[in-house]
Every structure is written in structure tokens, then in C-alpha cells.
């Protein structure tokens, strides 16, 4: 629905892009007006729009629970289908909590199965999903995903209560056509490539591979699967060309062209990118129509005014980023690196733009990966010239197969021998030293210097002589060295500074340690409550941080809630140097296995007994629990319990140890005063006694665990306990991680959920 906001973007955007095709025949002066007009009467009216949006989500968030039940309705506009599940994307939607009504942007809606039409009016009731946050630096935040897709919650186990209007027949038929091609690349290709083509060909990832996705991202290959300029510049210039060169004219060869890479990006999902693609397309197609030069730049510019007028969220969106740095890597930076060296041959030109679409793409890549593939340039240099060739012939042999199978099969071998090679070339460049190099999130003081030298850098590129025609060597080197000079920014390590984090690993423990001397250590990492903590929570935190190596990861215990994320981290072959155990602690299978695991991985094992320590060259990290003398009867008894300390810093990892440890300890061994306690099992009443915090007397006590988790962790007497004997108690389940980092007035405690409020505590005397 075009709202009154839409309608002045886009004779906003119309304006200027008249005004840079010259249409509007004035002097240059008067054009830069109606331009800068144009432009300010499009911030404006995002800036409108960005706040209504954000005044209707207020509205209504603070109404939204965790699984309360909801009643729904809304407009189908899109569905996933698997053999599984069916969602179903809904706008123009109300939903109703507790009797009262409310009107908000998109739900996602799951059912088991069922046949739903696009265009018809659903009323549902279910289960409402609020959309998560990151819990820890460098964890997926569904919600800012979600938001910028305009979707504001799910609702799940829904149950339809009626289901009404008219079915959209044109997008119906597309979805049918959609579904018809997957199953003939599901019949005639390999099951890898078959989900490698659907994610080219439809957008749709729901039977990629895993590892072969992993594999195409790390590659720096993971445009191609899915929707974007490269796919609808195959579709639609292939065939506006062709047209005109059988007699076509501009307006039959653009409308069937136009009309053609319409129906695949809407076939394909219409993603952000797809949709930047599709805009640029008719700009092209309308400036060739019309005799005028077509300049990419403009018409960038112009399709991202008019989808942040739409929607001013998509700005933080990973997709458009990528998307727009990517066709500004092209038509800026390629062009003025090319301008710069002059290259003599194509191969160089084609090298140049390959590194100015990475110049600009590079720090999107850190932001959101935090590690760059080292050998991209190469492996899309090779590749992607087999890119029309694979997408052409899986376009023409789906959708030939879906009425002759035969000709599918002889058509498809082709783009199923290429999706091998290209799976040949991306393993052979993986296997390579240093293929794969964490660089940790840049920051934003460090995006800007970058972006600003990389803008001095291309200006300096671009400028040339008129009838130059060739460089020097000398200028060829200053640039060769200004591009080297700006992966160093993003490469150069991060400075490191004594610093503990209890992230949210939800029911469970995963503690990073940074020592004083810059050493990286772990403890446990494992949940019972979160699937992949180790894949999805513990490994992007280390790589956001720029953790390369952990040189200690320590085992209190092999517990599943204090293991499992390890084992993956194991599976994902991530540099660990020694891996330490107790030397007496409870031996059982869990163990046994994950020794094995650690010296399959050629790690090195460290077997810690009562009152030996590793030592750096400021810090020392003690064990002094348990010995060889106290009688362990299970796992959690025998966990290893260590005292860290560092200039005015003496902190103490617990593990899942009892009352019956915490009495020995207060009897055999003379405790320090701590300033950081981890409350032992999670903040159990069966541990955390009186008597043994009265010792410790703490400043911060930090609970590790699962928000309603089953075993009523922090327990109300060992919150008690920690509240009469320490100056504060953090909890991971409230906000999130909880950092501790030494400043100059003292040590930082510091709430990932609340970072403004971080407070100050002084140094152990």
C-alpha cells in the first residue's frame, strides 16, 4: 500500500534521477538544487517513518512474553514449505493478549502442515515467541535480523480458526513452479548440489548442506547462494540483449525483460538484495529506453532511497549492506583502482575489480563474521566466470524438466559437474595455511578511520592526466602498499588487557579469562538448555574478541552442562594449545571420551594437582581442590576449584563443588579474601554456605545459569548467602554476559544486557 510517505520518496527519487539522466534540461546549478531538494525531503521523510515505526513498536512490545498464548491475524505474502513444518509470513496483522488488541508489522506463523494460499486472510491462535537478543558479544541477535525484515514475533503450534478472502493467483502459481523446480533438481542432481542450485536458483537454503554452506562462506563464496545482482544481471541482460539484437524493440525487449527478472526475484523471495537488483534493472532498462547513458552510482543511490523510505531498519540489515558495498566495490572502487594501475590486460582488470568489491566489503565481512577469507579474491576470480554458465543451465534445466524429465537430465550434469568443481577449488583453497584469519569486530572508531582512508585512497587512484596512458611504478606501488596499509587496519590485533567474561551459555558455565600478560584461557562451556552453545554462543563470542587461541582451556568437571560446547569447538578444529584436568578428580566415560576427542585433535593434556599452578609472567592460576586426600564420589564433587590472581585481582572458579567441599576447603586450606566469585553449581542452596562466603567475602559474586531453568537455580538461600557477604551478585539468566576488565581507577564490572552502567570497584589491597 503506498502510503503518503512512499509517494513523496518516490517523486523524490524520480526527481533525481531525472536530474542525473539531464532530462531536466536546466543548468547544472539548477540540477544540484532540485537534487539536494530531493535528498532532504527524503531524509525527512525517513526520519518520519523511522519514528512512527518506532512509536508503534513501543506501543505494544512491552506486552509481548515468553510462550504466552495469542490470537492472530494477517494476510499470507510469502510461505516456506518443507516436510516438516509450513511458515507462513503475515502483514497487515492484528494480534490479541489478554483481550486487548493490537495492530502491528509482520508474524512468522508455524504449522506442522496444511495447504494456505498466498493472499488469504488466516486467523490463527498459538504459542507467541518473542524474537531473542545477543546474550554475548558476537552472538546472533534475532531480533535486529527480524526487526529489519519488519517481523516482530513468532507464534508457534498455532491452530487455524478461520481463513478468508481472495487467493493472490499470481504468486500461488509462482510458488508451484518454485516447488516443481526443486523437485526436479532434487531428482536429477546430487542431494549437496540439488540444495546448493535451490538456494541459487529460488533463495531457498531449507536443504542446503551444512558443511557445504560453511564451506562457501568461509571461501567467501557465499553470495552466490543467494538472490542478488549477479543472478537477475544474468537473467535479464541475457535476455534484454537478445531480444534486441532479433529485431526487439526497446520497449518489447525491456518490458518482457523487466517483466521476466520481476517474476524470479518474487519466485526467489524478493530479498533486500534482490530487490536493490531489481530497482538498479529498470533504471538501466529505463535509461537505455530513453537514449540517456545509464550511471550506476545514481541508480544505487536512488534504489536505496527508495527501500529505506519502506522500511529504515534495512539499514542495519546485513543483507543490504553487503549488497550495496558490494555493487559500490564495482562501480567505485574497481573503477578507480583500474584508472589507477592502468592495467594492460583484462585478467588484471577483472583482479582489480575483485579487489575493490573486497576493499569495500572487508570490514561488513569483520563486523558480522569476524574473520576474513584470505584467499576470496582468487577463489572468485576462478569461480565466478562459471557462475552464468551453472546459474543459466539450472534455470533452463528446472524449469525444461518440469514438463520433459528427460531433458532435465541432459541438461543439469552440466551445473552439477561445475557445483563439484567449484566444491574441489574451495576445499584445495581451504587446506591452505592461513586460509581462514579471525580478525575479532573492528569497532566503530576503526571503520571509520578505515572507510576514510580507503575514500582518500580511491580518490588518489581515480585522478589521472588526461591522455595518460600508462602508470608509473612508483604511483603503482603507493597504491599496491595504501591497500595493503588498510587490510592491516582490520588485520592489526586488538589490544589486549586483563579481563574476565561469565558469558550466558543459559543453563550452564563458559568463562573466558584474558591474564594480564595477554594469555587466553577458558573454563568449562557447556549448557543443558541451549543446543550449539559451543557453535553458536562460545566460538563467536572468542572470534569477536579476536581470540585466535585458547592457550588453557580448563575442565572443573565432565559434566554435559560444563562440556558439550568444548566437544564441538573440538569438531570445529579451533586452535587450542593444552587442555587441564584435575589430577583427582572423578574419572568416568564422559572423561575417557573427551580425552580421546583432545588427543585425536593432537592437543596437548594437563593433568593439575592440589596447590600447583601455571604461571605467566604477572598472573598465577591455582588448583587447590581437590587433593588427593578428599574422598570424590561423583562429578560434581571432584571439580577442580582455581584461584586466579593478578596485581590487586584474586578471583575463584568454583565449578559444581557442595557444601560438604565448601566445608573441607574452609577447614584445610587458608582462603583469601576474593574480589570475583562464581557461585559454585550455578548458585545451588546445596552449595554457597554461610560460612564458606564469609570467608571469601567477595565483591562480585557472578551466577551462571538458565532463565526458569528446572532445578530452581540461584536458590533463595544461596542468594542470601551471597547478598549478606558480597557487594554485588550478577546473574547471566538477567542481562547477559558479565564482564570484569581492570581499569586505571581499579576493575570494571560491566552487564552485557546494560553497558552504561558499569561501576567501578578499587584493587585488593
Known sequence: MLTKEKYILLAAGILSVMASFELI??????????????????????????????????????????KQPVACQGRIYRKEVTDDQTVLYLKDCIFQVKSVNYSCNHILVYFDTGQYPIGKTIVVKGVLYPLSEARNEGNFNEKAYYRAKQIDFKVKQAKLLGIYGETNWFAEKLFAL????????????SPQNAGVMMGMVLGDKSQLDSEIKTMYQKSGLSHVLCVSGLHLSVIGLTSYRFLKKRGGTYRGAGLFAGSLVFCFAYMSGFDVSARRAFLMFLFLLAADGM???????????????????????????????????????????????????????????????????????LPLVCSF?????????????????????????????????????????????????????????????????????????????????????LA??????????????????????????????????????HKKQMEIDVLDVGQGDGIYLCTSDGISMFFDGGSSSVSGVGTYRILPFLKAKGVRRIDYWFVSHTD????????????????????????YGYRDASLEKLEEEIERNGIMICYLKAKESLRTKNDRITCIFPTADYPVEDA??????????????????????????????????????????????????????????????????VVSCGANNRYGHPGKDAVAHMEAYASEICYTMKGGRIRIRKTKEGFAVQNYGKPLEEKVYPVLK
Open 291 to 361: 537514449g540517456r547513458s545509464y550511471d550506476s552510482l545514481t541508480a544505487l543511490a536512488a534504489a536505496g532511497v527508495l527501500l529505506l523510505g519502506g522500511n529504515p531498519f534495512l539499514l542495519f540489515y546485513p543483507g543490504f549492506l553487503f549488497s550495496f558495498a558490494a555493487v559500490t566495490g564495482v562501480v567505485v572502487a574497481g573503477k578507480a583502482l583500474a584508472a589507477g594501475f592502468l592495467p594492460e590486460h583484462a585478467l588484471l582488470k577483472n583482479i582489480l575489480t575483485s579487489a575493490g568489491i573486497q576493499l569495500m566489503t
Open 178 to 189: 518454485a516447488e516443481r523446480l526443486k523437485s526436479v533438481y532434487q531428482k536429477e542432481m
Open 456 to 493: 582518500v585512497l580511491l580518490f588518489s587512484a581515480g585522478k589521472r592526466t588526461e591522455g595518460q596512458k600508462s602508470t608509473g611504478m612508483r604511483k603503482r606501488l603507493c597504491l599496491g602498499g595504501g591497500m595493503v596499509l588498510l587490510v592491516g587496519i582490520l588485520l592489526f590485533p
Open 636 to 701: 560434581n564433587a571432584g571439580s577442580m576449584v582455581l584461584l586466579y590472581e593478578t596485581e590487586g585481582f584474586r578471583g575463584l572458579f568454583t565449578g559444581d563443588i557442595s557444601k560438604a567441599e565448601e566445608e573441607w576447603l574452609t577447614e584445610k586450606t587458608k582462603l583469601p579474601e576474593l574480589f570475583f566469585y562464581k557461585a559454585a553449581h550455578h548458585g545451588s542452596n546445596y552449595s554457597n554456605s554461610e560460612d564458606f562466603l564469609k570467608v571469601l567475602s567477595p565483591e562480585v559474586c
Open 560 to 583: 554435559a552442562d560444563h562440556i558439550n560446547g568444548l566437544e564441538e569447538i573440538l569438531q570445529l578444529d579451533y586452535p587450542i594449545g593444552t587442555v587441564v584436568f584435575p589430577e
Open 369 to 453: 563474521y569476524y574473520e576474513i577469507p584470505v584467499y576470496a579474491v582468487w577463489i572468485n576470480l576462478i569461480l565466478l566466470p562459471f557462475m552464468g554458465v551453472v546459474l543459466g543451465c539450472g534455470l533452463i534445466g528446472g524449469i525444461l524438466g518440469t514438463a520433459v524429465p528427460r531433458l532435465a537430465h541432459l541438461i543439469l550434469w552440466l551445473p552439477d559437474l561445475l557445483l563439484l568443481f567449484y566444491e574441489k577449488v574451495c576445499g584445495a583453497f581451504l587446506a591452505l595455511p592461513c586460509a581462514q584469519w579471525i580478525t575479532g569486530s573492528p569497532g566503530r572508531a576503526r571503520l571509520i578511520v578505515y572507510y576514510g582512508l
Open 25 to 66: 534540461r536546466k543548468r547544472r546549478f539548477a540540477r544540484m538544487l532540485i537534487q539536494g531538494g530531493a535528498f532532504l525531503a527524503m531524509l525527512l521523510t525517513g526520519m518520519r517513518v523511522t519514528d512512527r515505526e518506532l512509536t508503534k513498536i513501543a506501543a505494544y512490545q512491552a506486552y509481548i512474553g515468553e
